[in-house]
């Protein structure tokens, strides 16, 4: 049986947007509920401004409470948005090799940009084109620590300020991010939009710009689908990718999660599909997770209750 991976963007997705400040012990205690659930990876905080997510404010801090039960088959990835963010993640993996010995306590680095300008801009004060001149150093600078650099692409289907986006624009969004050397490119429905046929156009776009590349130099999946349920159409999505060929899912315990500036006045952006729903789907498809159903409740238990 051929195996899924899957990532756990609770601790990140699932509390920046958190109008009730979650301590970081909290968020030290989900990130090790997640761990013991056979997740591949936890996508454990962003070094972003704290301006702008002051949520995250602590992730320096958290990553330091993880660094000593920190599993080996488990990766830890967090978000930057530019040179300063790298720099404060490579500072944390400094600490982590010198006071518990770790080689790397951060493993990945995710960029991220959208198909939206208008998103782009809000969510990052900056044009796409600017967003890929802020990661063109990132690149390079991550490998030489030998960090994977993930690219999450917002908006994949559709933009909360400018509605429909087409795949092509995506595609071509991947096309530049794969000329930087990323090593991933994740695809995010920012705001649930997706169906299974917005989500069959769009991945196969993708799939043409990765040129068959299925695999990674890591041997990992160069493509991975981000999806928030906001309509409930994340499962049926899951099916559509399954079936063209995707390996890797992001989830979140307990369903937590949303993108602050993908929220309009009238609505709060929804959550990222449920680990509960997305393992159930992937392993009726015949798929394997490794995810423990056990302590995949437990995960899902403490998720729920960090949130207001
Ligand atoms: P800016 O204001 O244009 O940046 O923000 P700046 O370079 O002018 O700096 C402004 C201040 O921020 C300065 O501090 C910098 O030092 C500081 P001051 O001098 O005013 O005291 N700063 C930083 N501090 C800490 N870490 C940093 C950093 N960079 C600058 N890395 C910036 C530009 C990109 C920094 C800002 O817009 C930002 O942090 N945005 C983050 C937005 C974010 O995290 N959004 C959520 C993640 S994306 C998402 O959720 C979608 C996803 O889930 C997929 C999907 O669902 O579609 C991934
Ligand atoms: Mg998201």
């Known amino acids: 049986m051929q195996t899924v991976r899957v990532t756990d963007v609770a601790p990140r997705d699932g509390l920046q947007a958190e109008a009730v400040p979650v301590p970081t ?49 488990v990766l830890y990835a967090a978000l930057v948005p530019n040179e300063k963010g790298l720099d404060a993640a490579l500072m944390v993996n400094a600490a982590a090799r010198s006071e518990h010995g770790i080689e790397r306590l951060i493993d990945k680095v995710s960029v991220f940009t959208a198909a939206s300008e208008t998103f782009t801009q809000k969510n990052t004060n900056a044009t796409i084109a600017d967003t890929i001149e802020r990661f063109r150093p990132i690149v390079p600078r991550a490998h030489e620590q030998g960090l994977r650099v ?9 933009c909360p300020y400018e ?41 196969t776009e993708v799939i043409d710009a990765l040129d068959g590349r299925a695999v990674n130099r890591f041997g990992e999946p160069s493509l991975t689908l981000h999806l928030h349920d906001t309509f409930g159409h994340a499962a049926a999505c899951v099916r559509t990718a399954l079936e063209l060929g995707v390996r890797s899912f992001d989830a979140s315990s307990g369903g937590l999660g949303g993108c602050p500036f993908a929220s309009t006045p009238e609505r709060r952006a929804p959550g990222n599909i449920a680990m509960a729903t997305l393992v159930r789907t992937v392993e009726d498809m015949g798929f394997v997770t490794g995810i423990d159903r056990a302590a995949m409740a437990e995960a899902d238990r403490v998720a729920s209750g960090l949130i207001a």
Do not use: M, N
């Not at 761990?35 to 949520?55: D, L, M, N, R």
């Not at 992730?59 to 330091?64: C, G, M, T, V």
């Not at 050397?181 to 917005?198: F, Q, R, S």
């Open 150 to 158: 993930r690219a999450y692409i917002s908006c994949v289907v559709a």
């Open 25 to 73: 012990v909290h968020k030290a205690a989900l990130v090790r509920a997640v761990q013991k659930t056979g997740v591949a990876e936890v996508e454990v905080s962003s070094f972003v401004s704290p301006k702008w997510i002051p949520q995250l404010g602590d992730a320096a801090d958290l990553f330091a409470l993880l660094a000593p039960f920190k599993p080996d088959r």
């Open 163 to 203: 509605g429909d986006i087409p795949p092509t624009a995506v595609a071509d969004v991947a096309r530049q991010l794969l000329e930087l050397g990323v090593d991933e490119i994740d695809l995010g429905d920012t705001i649930g939009a997706g169906t299974p046929e917005t989500i069959d156009a769009v991945v």
